[in-house]
C-alpha cells in the first residue's frame, strides 16, 4: 500500500470524513489544539526563561521543571491527539503542505534540544539549580528552545493559512 492510498484512506474514513464535513468538529478540535499548544509552549517558555536568568530566579530550576513537566506532557499528549484528528480531515492535502512540514522539523529539534537538556545537562542541575550562573549549556538550551517552540508556532500558524 502506497502512502498516498494510506492518506486517502484516512480522509475517506468515517473520522476524517466527519471532522471534515460535520459542523463543529472542526473547530472545536482547533480550538483545543491552540489551547494545548498555547499550554506546552507556555510552560516550556517558563522553563527557558528560567535558564536564561530573565524569569523565575527565586525559584530552583528542579521544582520549576518538576511543577510544571506534568502539565507540559498532559497539554502535549491533548495536542498530538487533538493535532492528529485535524490531519485526519484532509491528509493528503496536510502531508504536501510545506510549512507544516517545518512546523514538525522544528517541533523534531525541539525535541532533541530537550532530550540532550535532560540527559546531559540536566544530570548535573543539583550543582547550579538555585544559582544565578546557569551554565552556558542550560542558557543555550533554553535560547535554542524559545527558537524552536517559536518557530513550531509561526509555521503552525502559517501551515492554516496555506490550505
Do not use: C
Amino acid at each position: 500500500m502506497a502512502l498516498s492510498d494510506l492518506l486517502l484512506g484516512i480522509e475517506h474514513s468515517a473520522l476524517g470524513t466527519a471532522i471534515r464535513e460535520g459542523a463543529s468538529w472542526f473547530p472545536m478540535l482547533e480550538s483545543l489544539h491552540v489551547i494545548a499548544l498555547v499550554s506546552v509552549v507556555g510552560s516550556i517558555v517558563a522553563v527557558d526563561l528560567r535558564l536564561l536568568g530573565l524569569a523565575s530566579r527565586d525559584q530552583s530550576v528542579m521544582r520549576l521543571t518538576n511543577d510544571l513537566l506534568p502539565w507540559t506532557w498532559g497539554a502535549f499528549v491533548v495536542a498530538a491527539i487533538s493535532g492528529l484528528l485535524l490531519f485526519s480531515s484532509t491528509p493528503v492535502r496536510y502531508f504536501d503542505n510545506t510549512e507544516l512540514r517545518l512546523k514538525f522539523f522544528f517541533m523534531l529539534l525541539a525535541g532533541v534540544n530537550m532530550m540532550v537538556f535532560h540527559f546531559v545537562t540536566y544530570k548535573n542541575v543539583h550543582t547550579w539549580d538555585t544559582s544565578d550562573a546557569i551554565p552556558g549549556s542550560a542558557r543555550l538550551a533554553g535560547g535554542l528552545s524559545l527558537a524552536f517552540w517559536g518557530l513550531v508556532i509561526v509555521f503552525g500558524r502559517w501551515a492554516g493559512f496555506t490550505l
